[in-house]
DNA sequence: TAATCTGTCCCACGCAGCGAAACTATCATC
DNA sequence: GATGATAGTTTCGCTGCGTGGGACAGATTA
């Protein structure tokens, strides 16, 4: 194990501050050790002192940070256009923001029939697969205030939940049927769905049935980034 | 010089993307070590490549960055209970946020006539000292166009530039007086305002001449975290 | 085909990093 | 104020990890 490696156990097992102690208790390093690389860490700023003399991630981390791409943004491009061709319909990615879902990437199909979701634009979670998705998975008590305001059920969430993916018809917007599946963070926590929307003439009563799959596999696709 | 040293070095070089032999160039290391090091970056996943081969700021970052806590907001508490006590009036700590001001931090004097700035209170960035010097140090072009809404000119804000602190009175609101100085990051950029605001009674017609210099030097402890 | 540019890999050498242990500081407890 | 316990800090000689020149391979240009 190099010199790095040890760096980043060092730097995980401060993100919720540690004094020296903890520091050696969660990242297994012996004293000496832990302490020479905390000092070398902190003249660099990627971590500092608090008050009370525990460790904490540095200031440096978010310059770095906010230099960093947005990965699943990046990502989400190229499988949001292969998601649009394989199926037909218009893709898109959605974030959960406060009580609504914000789409952050989209594909739209180029010509005839279609609905289009313009990048930015905030939607409701109480309605459409997307929003299903986004909640499927959220904790219990955290969704239950949500619910009444919902065209879906708790059942409807259960059932997302045991075959991975949502659909809607006729939901969000009268005439637009969609199929959404989650994008979840390495942890596997949930923390966007993918999905795609069109006309109930194309998609028809159950959309899943044709486009599960390809939807599945894009939210795979995008997840553990 | 470490391996530490090295790693960081080579993460500074690809803020803005870098080939290997960019990466080599801005370092200044030997192309092997620089390769070797930027793929055990890639392992914790600090750095990543882009679609097109070139390393970026990684998605880890921005994990070990959000557990970190805010440097500016944790100074602020000591330095404005420090400065209120000094002079005796409300201390405050403001943040610019699109076309207003933020009020971050306070430290409020306990009794008597004084002015109470709420943390969280959006203020505009038109008026009050803690707005000049917020604008006085950005380009003269996004200055313009702010300033006929504003009750001062570019006139003061030389002046605040001048001198190194901004005060005003009765101009945000009325019987108010307060002074302001800058708080800079590392590059000495401006990137909040530090003050003191209370009743013209008490802080007179020209509130600089007594509480400037205990105003600055709260800029100066909170400049450069 | 040669030349030149990439990125990647190898391996013998040497010094940077290692970590046990000693040391200091601070706090309770008697 | 002596004693013990718990914390952080520093030392120092040994060693194995990181080093970097250089070889290699693939892509692009002349």
Redesign the interface.
């Known amino acids: 194990m190099?010199?790095?490696?040890k760096?980043?156990a060092i730097?995980e097992a401060?993100?919720?501050g540690a004094s020296l102690a903890e520091l050696v208790e969660r990242s297994g390093l012996p004293r000496a050790t832990a302490h020479r690389?905390a000092q070398?860490?902190e003249v660099?700023r990627?971590l500092?002192r608090?008050?009370q003399g525990r460790w904490?991630?540095?200031?440096r981390?978010?310059e770095?940070?906010?230099?960093?791409?947005d990965?699943l943004l990046?990502a989400a491009a190229p499988v949001l256009a292969a998601l649009r061709d394989q199926t037909g319909e218009s893709a898109q990615l959605y974030l959960r923001r406060a009580d609504e879902r914000l789409c952050v990437a989209a594909a739209e199909r180029a010509s005839g029939l279609r609905d289009t979701v313009p990048v930015g634009a905030a939607l409701p979670i109480s309605a459409g697969s997307g929003a299903q998705v986004l909640l499927a998975w959220e904790p219990p008590e955290a969704v239950v205030t949500l619910l009444p305001r919902c065209r879906f059920t708790a059942r409807t969430l259960a059932e997302v939940r045991r075959r991975g993916w949502a659909s809607s018809v006729a939901e969000r917007e009268p005439g637009v049927a969609s199929v959404s599946a989650p994008v979840r963070d390495r942890g596997g926590r949930v923390i966007a769905a993918v999905g795609i929307s069109g006309p109930i003439e194309r998609l028809g009563r159950r959309p899943g049935d044709r486009h599960a799959i390809a939807v599945v596999r894009a939210g795979h696709r995008l997840s553990g980034?």
Request: glycine content about 6%; aromatic content about 4%.
């Open positions: 190099g010199v790095l490696d760096a980043v730097l401060t993100v919720e690389l070398a860490l660099h990627l500092i608090d008050a904490r991630p540095g200031p981390l978010a770095f940070a906010n230099a960093a791409p990965v990046t980034l």
